[in-house]
């Protein structure tokens, strides 16, 4: 490591030591892009019930961590995070992305709805975001035809549990199923919808059967998702837009 003796670059590097202040909270979240273009905003949370209205929703609250067991898992795997000790600090992390440690004033200050019980939905992947971000996803139950039709073409036109499909009989009618049911905070999206037909869909026991993400491609995406390099490149695509967004407003050449 190359020796620093600007106040500033010492500064910098100190978020990337584990210096807690003794008996502060502090709450783990992280910043990066997906590969759709999505800024992803996530924590950790603890369920905290259900929403009264309908569609039914979980109620998620950011949950206070213990500090030096997420500081040494996340360096044991590589995913060094920034402690952010006061909200002068937090610019510094919103331009780098990844994940920081917030002690809890500051993530009161930046994400107060998150300390409070918040609605969510959850997607295929298991990651839990606001229903606005998901938008049409979370707005429509019943997917459009195009969307059924996509779901019934990758399965190959065929129910996913017997195989039956309407090409060798005519009584088999093929359904878009919810995996994770719409009234359990599930999504009308492509990794969560399913192809089955009339009668295991009536019989599916229970309703919610996780076996079936191994059909949509959402098994290898959860995985892939724990990866490193994963990790890395959805942090660099994060700080890849900040940087030309800040470039755009700022009129700076490319
Ligand atoms: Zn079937
Ligand atoms: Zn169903």
């Known amino acids: 490591m190359p020796r620093c003796s600007n106040p500033l670059e010492e500064r910098i590097l100190n978020l990337y030591k584990s210096a807690p202040i003794d008996g502060a909270e502090y709450y783990f979240f992280t910043l990066a892009r997906s590969e759709d273009g999505e800024i992803i905003e996530s924590c950790y949370s603890h369920f ?3 929403t009264e209205e309908k569609p039914r929703r979980d109620l998620r609250v950011a949950s206070p961590i213990r500090y030096e067991v997420i500081w040494r898992t996340l360096n044991d795997v590589g995913q060094q995070p920034l402690t952010i000790h006061c909200s ?4 510094i992390w ?3 992305g990844g994940h920081a440690l917030l002690a809890s004033e500051v993530a009161q200050h930046l994400f107060p709805h998150r300390l409070k019980p918040h609605p969510v939905v959850i997607r295929a992947t298991g990651e839990m975001v606001s229903p606005e971000l998901a938008g049409e996803a979370a707005e429509r139950r019943a997917p459009t035809r195009k969307m059924r039709m996509e ?9 996913v549990i017997c195989g039956q499909s309407p090409r060798n009989s005519v009584q088999v009618e093929l359904e878009a199923h ?4 719409w009234g359990m905070s599930g999504l009308t999206e492509m ?3 399913v192809t089955l037909c009339s009668a295991c869909h009536d019989g599916l026991s229970p309703h919610f059967d996780h076996t079936l993400y191994e059909h949509t491609g959402a098994d290898q995406m959860r995985s892939r998702g724990r990866n490193l390099n994963d990790y890395t490149e959805s942090v ?4 890849t837009h900040v940087k030309a967004l800040l470039a755009r407003e700022l009129k700076l050449g490319r």
């Open 191 to 193: 990794l969560n919808l």
């Open 151 to 159: 779901v019934f073409d990758r399965d190959g036109r065929r129910c």
């Open 94 to 96: 919103m331009f780098l």
């Open 88 to 91: 002068e600090d937090a610019p």
């Open 236 to 239: 660099d695509r994060y700080r």
């Open 48 to 50: 905290a019930g259900f």
């Open 178 to 181: 919810h995996i994770r049911p």
